[in-house]
């Protein structure tokens, strides 16, 4: 980290087991950081935009550890040293990865893209030999998942969009509580992450998805971003299948397969979300926050509410 923070002429705070480079110039805005959870298992996050294509080259050690990356916003490309072509590592994409240390690893951060990635490292032949929590379990757990790697070569799996990841990932990604609470809360996501990373590779079933592609799959993951900030224009089926660049059923069936809803549902269940944000964080009065969420009739906003919150707005404005 202290060459990282050099090599950006970027600010570097450090504590014992952490440290994260903070900076605001040419090359990019945003933070990177690291930090031990205990011996053999570390994480690196990167908050940060870049504003030029920035090209990292990597040498893998001869402990092979495995890399459990997430996407939780942005996108970037990723090879090995002998591959000719670079693989586009999508938004809310699972990656692991298993060096070799006579393989390297190439990779690019695109310009002017929003990066949040999370990544936990394990080093296995850390983690059988000491005596820390669940260290040794946590090894023993890998190798039965991964024994049928070839253990001289490097691997890289690709899973498909997964949103029940994400969950644990934005919680590694964006908690800057650095109290006990919020130590024990980014622990815990970061074990639930790695949890769910292993879960999706040792269940490996794509068939649900085969209507959609695994980029289409990434571009609706922003769906919920764009109806946030567009509530108060037209958000119906067709509109939201020509912002993406798909067809209504196409759309439809994405949002079933990643959010078990249909696309109304979906997106009144986000105009609800965003209505208890408003209420708890403004003044706003009733027919402000209908409004504001997108919604004409008054009457219905109410039901609605109070079917999912058991209150009427109402009770918000006293």
């Known amino acids: 980290m202290r060459e990282m923070a050099k090599f950006f002429n970027a600010e570097l705070d450090e504590s014992n087991d952490a440290s994260t480079i903070t900076m605001d110039n040419a090359i990019a805005k945003g933070f990177i950081s690291s930090y031990r959870i205990f011996n053999g298992l570390s994480v690196w996050v990167y908050n940060i935009k870049f504003h030029s294509d920035f090209k990292v080259n990597l040498g893998l050690t001869e402990h092979r550890p495995y890399y459990f990356s997430y996407n939780v916003e942005g996108h970037f490309l990723h090879r090995f040293g002998d591959y000719e072509k670079f693989t586009e590592i999508l938004q809310n994409q699972n990656m692991i990865v298993r060096g070799n240390p006579e393989s390297s690893v190439q990779i690019v951060f695109p310009a002017g893209v929003d990066l949040k990635i999370a990544v936990i490292i394990l080093d296995l032949s850390l983690l059988e030999n000491i005596e820390v929590r669940n260290a040794k379990k946590i ?180």
């Open 139 to 318: 090894a023993t757990k890998m190798h039965e998942v991964f024994d049928k790697i070839p253990s001289e070569k490097y691997y890289r799996y690709l899973g498909g969009i997964d949103v029940q990841t994400k969950k644990f990932a934005s919680i590694v990604c964006e908690n800057n509580d650095h109290d006990i609470v919020g130590a024990l809360l980014t622990e815990g996501a970061v074990f639930n992450m790695l949890a769910s990373q292993v879960h999706v590779f040792s269940e490996n079933s794509p068939s649900e998805q085969s209507l959609l592609s695994t980029s289409e799959l990434s571009k609706i993951t922003s769906l919920a971003n764009y109806a946030n900030n567009n509530f108060e224009t037209s958000l119906t089926l067709r509109t939201l299948s020509r912002h993406f660049g798909m067809s209504p059923k196409k759309l439809q069936a994405g949002v079933k397969y990643l959010y078990g809803d249909s696309v109304g549902r979906y997106i009144l269940s986000l105009r609800m979300g965003h209505a208890i944000h408003l209420f708890n964080t403004t003044d706003f009065n009733v027919a402000e926050v209908c409004a504001r969420v997108g919604l004409a009739n008054g009457g219905y906003f109410s039901k609605v509410f109070k079917e999912r919150y058991g209150k009427l707005p109402s009770h918000y404005t006293r």
